[in-house]
């Protein structure tokens, strides 16, 4: 596990430096919110390096690793867990079955036993499973945000909507009031 730990650090450290040297940008012509998009749903905090958000990348990444590692060794501990819960149940089976007139305080005991793992085990499963939807939600906000960086990297070559808010002035010729209002809602679109 360690070793994972380690690879990712440096893995996202050389991403970044890397990253970093690089001083041409592409040109406007060429941006696509999808380019950032499909690279983030691929590794998220790519798509934002991509789009030379360094620190929100590198943000993103190390969240995401800790989220993934935090899964990780959740499942490890469901999984003895389970192990534990599965031997204790053995454990009375073999006991009650072993006995012919078994000790009553005994069957108590061990069914107390039984039951006190299986609480553990559950106890583990729903913390996995919140951590799976933390991961889950944090993977979609950042797929979204990456979306919505992108229409601003594009430029001016974005198609959707686009919302403008006109003023009107009208005046009175008494009072001299300004009352401002209106709006413009138009579609563009581009291939």
Not at 4 to 10: H, K
Not at 26 to 45: C, F, H, I, N, Y
Not at 93 to 101: D, G, I, M, T, V
Request: with cysteine; glycine share 6%.
């Amino acid at each position: 596990m360690r070793k994972f730990v380690l690879f990712c650090i440096f893995f996202f450290g050389l991403t970044s430096i890397h990253s970093q040297d690089q001083t041409t940008s592409p040109e406007t012509k060429d941006r696509s919110r999808w380019d950032l998009v499909w690279r983030s749903a691929v590794l998220p905090g790519w798509g934002l390096l991509h789009a030379k958000e360094y620190r929100k990348a590198r943000f993103t990444m190390i969240v995401t690793s800790i989220l993934i590692l935090s899964e990780l060794k959740g499942h490890k501990e469901e999984l003895e867990r389970k192990e534990e819960f599965e031997n204790s149940r053995n454990l009375f089976l073999a006991y009650s079955n072993f006995y012919p007139q078994p000790d009553p305080g005994m069957i108590t005991f061990l069914a107390n036993y039984q039951h006190s793992k299986q609480d553990d085990l559950e106890g583990v499963r729903s913390r996995n499973d919140l951590r799976l939807a933390l991961l889950g939600a944090k993977y979609i906000f950042q797929l979204a945000y990456t979306y919505w960086r992108g229409i601003q990297w594009e430029g001016e070559n974005s198609a959707g909507f686009d919302l403008n808010i006109r003023t009107y002035s009208q005046e009175t010729g008494r009072d001299q009031v300004r009352d401002t209002f209106g709006m413009d809602l138009k579609y563009r679109f581009h291939f």
